[in-house]
């Protein structure tokens, strides 16, 4: 049962780093320490691919199920996959934020 996990965590993680290489264009983003705070970068895909899977695997699939690693390794994908959805509606959230700020000023400005 614990080999199921970490082949969930390894999955996840790979699926999210996988990820993370793709919507940057090829490139890795370091974590960064900010004046604001910390910036994870590549690791923070890692970890949220990481725990969607693992916890996909023990909260949604039956254990009649675990046994078919082919249904398990796709889950997992899924899994991370879903977790970068998240994260990228995060950052799309942000920027509206930060393009509404803008036109805010600009009207104040005019």
């Not at 919507?23 to 691919?49: C, E, H, S």
């Not at 991370?80 to 509404?100: D, H, I, K, W």
């Amino acid at each position: 049962m614990v080999q199921l996990y970490v082949l969930a965590l390894v999955i996840g993680g790979v699926t999210g780093l996988i990820f993370h290489i793709l919507f940057n264009k090829g490139t890795i983003m370091l974590p960064v320490k900010r004046k604001k705070g910390f910036f994870l970068g590549f690791l923070a895909d890692i970890l949220f691919g990481a725990t969607a899977a693992a916890l996909f695997v023990s909260l949604f699939i039956p254990e009649n199920m675990l046994k078919d690693m082919r249904m398990v390794i796709g889950y997992c994908i899924l899994a991370g996959l879903s977790s970068q959805s998240f994260l990228l509606s995060r950052a799309l959230n942000t920027e509206r934020e930060r393009v509404a700020s803008l036109h805010n000023i600009s009207k104040q400005i005019v």
